[in-house]
C-alpha cells in the first residue's frame, strides 16, 4: 500500500471550511484513497472514499488531483463536532491489508 | 442492530498473565482486523484475517496472538512476551477487500 503524508495538527473556525490535506505520491493506479475520522477514545469512523474523481457525500467532499498524488478532505461547514484525528489511507491492489497512519488532528475553534 | 462488539471495555491485568480481548461481529464481514492505538499515537497493524482459518502478521505481530475459528469472532490474545502490553486495542471488519472498515468500541488495557 502507498504511504500518505498529513499535517500532525489544523485548527479550523466554527462554521468554516476545513481543508484536510494527504500527499500519496507513491499511489499505483488501481489503490484508492480513503478517509475516516476518530473522535477522542472511540473506534474510527469511515468518511469517504475516492478512485481519481471527486466524491461527494453528507458528510464531507473529497478532492483529488489529476496525477492522483494528493487529496483534500473537506468539511463544508467544520462544527465543534468534528473536532477529531482524520486519516488518509491509500489501499487496493487486492490485498486485504488495511494500514492507518498518524492522522492529521483537527481543532474546531468556538 | 448489527455491528462489531468488543468486549470488555476496560481490562486489568497483572504483569506476566496473558490476557485474550474479545471482538465479535453480526454483520456478516469476510475480514476481520486488531490494531494498537498507544496515546497520541495512530492505529497500527497487529493481525488481520480475510477469511476463516487464515490469518496474517501486521506490522506489530509480536507479543499477540490470534485465531479465526468462526466468521464472526477473531479473539486476540495479548502473551507475557509481549513487553509493553497497556494500550487501546481496536477491531474491525470489512465485507469485501475495497469496502469501508467498520470498527468496535476499543478494550483499554491496562497491565500493573
Known amino acids: 500500500d502507498a504511504k500518505t503524508t498529513q499535517p500532525p495538527s489544523m485548527d479550523c473556525a466554527e462554521g468554516r471550511a476545513a481543508n484536510l490535506p494527504c500527499n500519496h505520491s507513491?499511489?499505483?493506479?488501481?489503490?484508492?484513497v480513503y478517509w475516516y475520522r476518530q473522535i477522542h477514545s472511540q473506534g474510527p469512523q469511515y468518511i469517504i472514499h475516492g478512485l481519481k474523481n471527486n466524491e461527494t457525500n453528507e458528510m464531507a467532499s473529497l478532492i483529488i488531483t489529476e496525477d492522483r498524488k494528493s487529496s483534500t478532505l473537506i468539511l463544508p461547514h467544520a462544527t465543534l463536532r468534528d473536532t477529531a484525528v482524520y486519516y488518509c489511507?491509500?489501499?487496493?491492489?487486492?490485498?486485504?491489508?488495511?494500514?492507518f497512519g498518524t492522522g492529521t488532528r483537527l481543532k474546531v475553534l468556538a | 442492530d448489527g455491528g462489531i462488539t468488543q468486549s470488555p471495555k476496560y481490562l486489568f491485568r497483572k504483569e506476566g498473565q496473558n490476557v485474550t480481548l474479545s471482538c465479535e461481529q453480526n454483520l456478516n464481514h469476510d475480514a476481520m482486523y486488531w490494531y494498537r492505538q498507544d496515546p497520541g499515537q495512530g492505529l497500527r497493524l497487529i493481525y488481520y484475517?480475510?477469511?476463516?482459518?487464515?490469518?496474517q502478521k501486521g506490522d506489530i505481530a509480536e507479543g499477540y496472538s490470534v485465531s479465526r475459528e468462526k466468521k464472526e469472532s477473531f479473539p486476540l490474545t495479548v502473551t507475557s512476551a509481549q513487553k509493553n502490553p497497556t494500550a487501546f486495542y481496536l477491531c474491525?471488519?470489512?465485507?469485501?477487500?475495497?469496502?469501508?472498515?467498520?470498527f468496535g468500541q476499543g478494550t483499554r488495557l491496562t497491565v500493573v
Open positions: 474491525a471488519s470489512i465485507i469485501v477487500w475495497l469496502s469501508e472498515a467498520f
Open positions: 507513491t499511489i499505483s493506479g488501481n489503490e484508492y
Open positions: 489511507i491509500v489501499r487496493g491492489g487486492g490485498t486485504y491489508k488495511y494500514i
Open positions: 484475517s480475510q477469511i476463516v482459518n487464515d490469518f
